[in-house]
């Protein structure tokens, strides 16, 4: 057991006494309670909280996002893949043009139109479509008249039967059918012979043919070479029918001829008549009468 020792003279140091002059701070603290070669710390009063530094600092509870972490507003839709709206005009286009026959039109639209509705999104393909079909209907429903004419064309007994019937038509509309010494009556235009007919020469009549020929010539001969032949013609059959000279008689003549436009139709055909001046009827057949 070591002696005992007593305390240091002087008590416990007072840790707020100021040092004494000279005296040498204990180890490892430095004056005014701040660490060894490090700057003094800020004085600060029991029971106050030390003031927190920038990098302790928090954004107010419930502040505001910032812009990168603000949403779009709730239905909004995006610029980029929107429709554009309203009917695609080619194909409206299409369907007018089918309705209307313009086949090939119609096709080449209702085309146009299946194409732009599918890249742009815009309706109207129902009608596109449509276009198309009509269109193709259109063009087969021409290539089989044109096939069908062309076969009738070809067809002999369908030309002959077409140059018979357009012959009758004619003969009908010119006066054709009548003959030498047909009695008929005269219609108001006397150049219009349509719907005429012989009817009997015993019983009264507004004319009775005198003479009847036909041209030759391949070629149109000219208006006033066909008028001289008609009037030579006509005043030799009427002295010849009648059996006096036309200045000699009572009666009156009438002629018709063919003209360019005519001619090109296949018209040929002389006529001569005669009548009664004053456009009287005739009472009987003016056959060798002498009048």
């Known amino acids: 057991m070591s002696a005992p020792t007593s305390p240091p003279s002087g008590g416990t140091p007072d840790p707020y006494a100021t040092p004494e002059a000279g ?3 204990p180890t490892g603290t430095a004056p005014n309670g701040t660490a060894p070669n490090g700057p003094p710390a800020p004085y600060t009063a029991p029971g106050t909280p030390s003031p927190a530094t920038p990098y302790d600092q928090q954004a107010p509870y419930g502040g505001r996002p910032t812009p990168y972490d603000q949403p779009a507003p709730y239905g909004a839709p995006s610029p980029y893949g ?3 709206p309203g009917t695609d005009g080619f194909s409206i286009a299409a369907l007018i043009t089918g309705i209307l026959g313009i086949s090939p039109v119609a096709l080449g639209l209702g085309i146009a139109g299946m194409r732009r509705t599918r890249r742009t ?4 393909r129902g009608m596109a479509i449509t276009g198309v079909v009509l269109g193709a209907l259109g063009i087969l429903g021409w290539l089989l008249v044109v096939g069908l004419l062309a076969l009738l064309a070809t067809n002999d007994e369908v030309q002959e039967g077409f140059s018979q019937g357009f012959e009758e038509s004619y003969a009908d509309r010119t006066g054709a059918n009548l003959d030498l010494g047909d009695c008929f009556e005269l219609p108001d235009d006397a150049t219009d012979l349509t719907g005429i007919v012989a ?3 015993a019983s009264a009549h507004g004319a009775e043919m005198v003479g009847v020929d036909e041209l030759t010539d391949a070629e149109y001969p ?3 070479s ?3 032949t008609t009037e ?3 005043f030799e059959e009427f002295a010849a029918y009648v059996g006096t000279d036309y200045d000699a008689s009572s009666l009156d003549m009438m002629y018709l001829y063919p003209t360019q436009a005519s001619w090109a139709f296949g018209d040929r055909r002389l006529m001569c008549w ?7 009827p005739l009472e009987a057949s003016v056959q060798g009468s002498g009048l």
């Open 23 to 25: 005296a040498t701070p």
């Open 82 to 84: 929107q429709p554009a």
């Open 121 to 124: 999104g815009q309706s109207g």
């Open 199 to 201: 009817t009997d020469c």
């Open 222 to 224: 000219g208006e006033s």
């Open 226 to 228: 066909v008028v001289a």
């Open 232 to 234: 030579d013609f006509c």
């Open 274 to 280: 005669a009548q009664n001046p004053d456009g009287s």
